[in-house]
């Protein structure tokens, strides 16, 4: 680590918390305290404190306050160890880098799960996954299912154990604003929707993304095909190669796969639906 | 030369009949339809372009010619799922799929297309960013 940095960060630190999650142990330190007020409603879901002072990789968040007789104002700034990762005058964007990160550390560094980039319901004991990254839509699509009854289990990875079972990562959702707006952190209970709380088998896997007045034209995919396109969105498909396409193998095999671009989400929710 | 399989540095997945093959060393991962898994896999050095063919039409119950051997192999090929390259003897035109499976049957015209479709597996820094379609071939909508 940085010498000047840690010395730096140390002598500013005010407060520091370490917590677990999915076997993860995360050190974030701030010398504001309203950050870290704020820090549990970014935290990766089922998150804990952690009991160890030990942890595998540790954030900072510090307030750079302008001197007193500046105009300018503070910004905070983000490290991850000795890197720097943001600079912002915005405490919301510090913290959602900070987010961004966490949910990445977590689906990279997880054991015995693969993480799909993925929209997660589900209906009748079985699970839709919508993989897509950010901006194909999937939490727009997730939201509108969740009205329509289905239970929430993620708008960002489907969580695959061995035996292709997915398992709930129940974060806010993130619903996009009008253009230029940063998205609204939404938990699923404030649009009338619930968690799920156990693992589910999957169903059926939607290829889709937005586009206006899309006609919905669903094709079905060969199971090779699917893993295909459920690969190019699993996070360590690199990596973790043998794994993911064993799992991904669960899946496809026991689920049907479509593929269509849409046009309103509330469109196709019935539609969807009526798969299971 | 008979066609070879290539089977270092590669995983292999069974999916249902096709297979999935992921290329360890260029970091991309193909599906073989069930024939071009079929045909892939009786690639030992060995088996003739001719016996190919029957085996296939043996499996499919469709009448196999060789033209069609030849397409799976050049696709095979371009793929480097093939341990050496093979040629077409005394025809270097490259055969289209229509060409190939004119004399195929309908319901084994289902079974042929695609024969191999190929994705870049992404990295994990590209699974991170925001990218809002997949990053290789099996994106088209």
Redo the contacts between chains.
């Keep these: 680590m940085n010498s000047n940095l840690t010395a730096k960060t140390n002598r500013r630190v005010q407060t520091e918390i370490a917590v677990a999650c999915y076997g993860i142990r995360i050190g974030i330190q701030s010398n504001h305290s309203l950050i870290l007020d704020r820090l549990p409603d970014y935290l990766p879901p089922q998150w804990k404190f952690s009991p160890s002072p030990i942890v595998d990789i540790s954030y900072s968040i510090i307030f750079d306050e302008p001197e007193p007789a500046s105009a300018a104002s503070g910004h905070y700034l983000l490290y991850e160890g000795s890197t720097k990762l943001a600079q912002t005058v915005d405490p919301n964007e510090v913290l959602e880098t900070l987010e961004s990160n966490l949910h990445f550390l977590v689906a990279s560094k997880a054991r015995r799960k693969l993480f799909v980039h993925a929209g997660v319901i589900g209906w009748r004991g079985r699970a839709i996954i919508i993989p897509g990254y950010s901006l194909s839509g999937k939490t727009t699509l997730v939201e509108s299912l969740v009205r329509a009854g289905a239970t929430y289990y993620s708008d960002e990875y489907a969580v695959l154990d061995g035996q292709g079972r997915v398992h709930p990562y129940p974060k806010s959702l993130s619903i996009r604003q009008q253009s230029g707006k940063r998205p609204k952190k939404c938990p699923v209970e404030s649009i009338g929707g619930l968690r799920g709380r156990r693992p589910i088998p999957v169903g059926l896997i939607v290829m889709t993304k937005y586009q206006p007045k899309a006609r919905w034209q669903p094709r079905v995919l060969s199971p090779g095909q699917a893993l295909l396109e459920v690969l190019d969105n699993t996070v360590l498909a690199r990596i973790r190669s043998k794994f993911a396409l064993a799992v991904l193998q669960h899946i496809v095999l026991s689920a049907q796969t479509i593929k269509s671009k849409r046009a309103e989400a509330q469109d196709v929710v019935k539609v969807l639906l009526s798969y299971l | 030369m008979e066609p070879k399989a290539r089977n270092d540095n590669i995983?292999i997945?069974?999916?249902?009949a096709?297979?999935?093959i992921?290329d360890?060393e260029r970091?991309v991962?193909h599906?073989?339809?069930q024939p071009a898994a079929f045909v892939w896999q009786h690639c030992d050095g060995q088996t003739t372009i001719g016996e190919l063919a029957t085996l296939l039409e043996e499996e499919l119950h469709h009448p196999v010619d060789e033209e069609f051997i030849w397409l799976v192999l050049d696709q095979l090929q371009n793929n480097w799922l093939l341990r050496e390259a093979v040629k077409q003897p005394g025809d270097e035109r490259r055969i289209s799929r229509r060409q190939a499976t004119k004399n195929l049957g309908q319901a084994a015209l289902m079974l042929v297309a695609p024969i191999v479709?190929?994705?870049v597996?992404?990295?994990?820094a590209m699974?991170?960013?925001?990218?809002?379609?997949?990053?290789?071939v099996?994106?088209g909508?």
């Design positions: 995983l997945q069974k999916v249902g096709e297979v999935v992921y360890r970091h991962a599906n073989l339809s479709v190929s994705i597996v992404p990295t994990p699974a991170q960013s925001s990218v809002a379609c997949g990053q290789s099996p994106c909508w």
